[in-house]
C-alpha cells in the first residue's frame, strides 16, 4: 500500500462531532476514490473524485457527508454530526486514469462513541 | 442493479490443498481485478482481466476470466498459510466507471 497515505489510522470521535478523514494519492494519480468497509464485509464504493472535481458520489449518503479533492493538498472526506453507524474503516484509493487497477491506502478505522 | 457475488464466504483449508473461488455478476465487466486484503490493512492488487477468456497466473494463482466476462475465478494451488486473507474481487461495468467490490471470501489456509 505504499504511495496511499490516510490519515489518522485510527480517529475515535463522540456522537455530534465532526470527522475529517485525509488521502493524499499516488504521485502522478489524479483519480481518487473513496470506501467504507464494515467488518466482516467488502468495500461500499462511496465518491470518486478528481482534482477539484466529484465525478460520482452516488455511494455517499446526501446528508452528513462530503468529499473534496481540491487542487492543492489531500482529499478529504468529511463527516459531520457522527453516529454510532458511521463507525467503519474509511479507505481512499487513487488511480493514474480511469483504466487499471487502484493503490489502496491502510484505511482510517472511524469509531464513534 | 450491477451486483457482484463471490462465492464461497467463508473457506478453510489445510496447507498443500487447493482451491477456488468465484465471482458472478448479471452485467458484463468492462474490466475485472482482484485483490487480497490482510486484517487492518488495504486491499492490494493482484490482478486484472480484461479480455473474455482470458488466464492468467501469478506464482501459484491462476486466474480466469469467463468468455461472456460476467464472471471470474481465482485457484490456488497447494495454499500456504500466507495465502490466509480476504479475497476480493472488483468489476468496472463501463469504460470509465469507478469500479464496485463483491463481499469477498475469507481464506484460512490451516498448517
Known amino acids: 500500500n505504499a504511495g496511499v497515505m490516510q490519515n489518522p489510522r485510527h480517529l475515535v470521535r463522540r456522537r455530534g462531532q465532526e470527522a475529517r478523514l485525509r488521502c493524499s494519492p499516488m504521485k502522478g494519480h489524479s483519480h481518487v476514490y473513496w470506501y467504507r468497509q464494515l467488518p466482516e464485509e467488502g468495500l461500499k464504493f462511496m465518491v470518486y473524485l478528481q482534482k477539484e472535481n466529484i465525478i460520482d458520489e452516488s455511494g455517499m449518503p446526501k446528508e452528513r457527508f462530503s468529499a473534496e479533492f481540491p487542487k492543492e493538498g489531500p482529499s478529504i472526506l ?6 454510532r453507524g458511521d463507525s467503519a474503516a474509511y479507505f481512499c484509493a487513487s488511480s493514474p486514469g480511469q483504466l487499471g487497477g487502484y493503490t489502496f491506502g491502510s484505511g482510517t478505522r472511524l469509531t464513534v462513541v | 442493479t450491477q451486483l457482484l457475488e463471490q462465492s464461497p464466504q467463508f473457506l478453510s483449508i489445510q496447507e498443500g490443498e487447493n482451491l477456488t473461488v468465484y465471482c458472478n455478476s448479471s452485467s458484463v465487466f468492462s474490466s475485472l481485478q482482484w485483490y487480497r486484503q490482510e486484517p487492518g490493512e488495504g ?6 482481466v480484461v479480455t473474455g477468456g482470458e488466464v492468467k497466473k501469478l506464482k501459484r494463482l491462476t486466474f480466469q476470466f469467463g468468455d461472456a466476462r460476467k464472471d471470474s475465478s481465482l485457484h490456488i494451488t497447494a495454499a500456504q498459510p500466507g495465502d490466509t486473507g480476504l479475497y476480493l474481487c472488483a468489476g468496472r461495468f463501463g469504460i470509465g466507471s469507478d469500479m464496485r467490490f463483491g463481499a469477498g471470501t475469507r481464506l484460512t489456509v490451516k498448517p
Do not use: A, D, G, K
Open chain 2, 43 to 48: 486491499p492490494v492488487l493482484l490482478v486484472t
Open chain 1, 78 to 83: 468529511r463527516i459531520q454530526q457522527v453516529v
